[in-house]
């Protein structure tokens, strides 16, 4: 089993920043695939950004330009850093990550709420 703790969510004002972390319990370097979610009340779970094997990125078009993913394998940690961040950011925010050589595979963090209001 492998656990994954986010943080660093929070109230930020339209325009502020935020940097989420998610500290894995085993290591990343070997991980397939590490993935930023959100999911605001009424709608489904979408992804934000997400990092595979080598280092390749994706973004949802909301994020572009304005969210970096970024990982330091010395600390298995995975970051979002959110910036010129909008009322419509606001959502309770899921790391995933994915090891195919791990019984299970995909697991789940708790999530953080990152709210965006003045």
């Known amino acids: 089993q492998v656990q994954l703790v986010e943080s660093g969510g929070g109230l930020v004002q339209p325009g502020g920043s935020l940097r989420l972390s998610c500290a894995a319990s085993?290591?990343?370097?070997?991980?397939?695939?590490m993935g930023w979610f959100r999911q605001a009340p009424g709608n489904q779970r979408e992804l934000v950004a997400s990092m595979t094997t080598g280092g390749g990125t994706h973004y949802a078009d909301f994020a572009k330009g304005r969210f970096t993913i970024s990982r330091d394998n010395a600390k298995n940690t995975v970051y979002l850093q959110m910036n010129s961040l909008k009322p419509e950011d606001t959502a309770v925010y899921y790391c995933?990550?994915?090891?195919?050589?791990?019984?299970?595979?995909?697991?789940w963090g708790q999530g953080t709420q990152v709210t965006v209001s003045s």
């Open positions: 995933n990550a994915i090891w195919l050589a791990v019984p299970g595979r995909s697991f």
């Open positions: 085993r290591d990343i370097f070997s991980s397939n695939f």
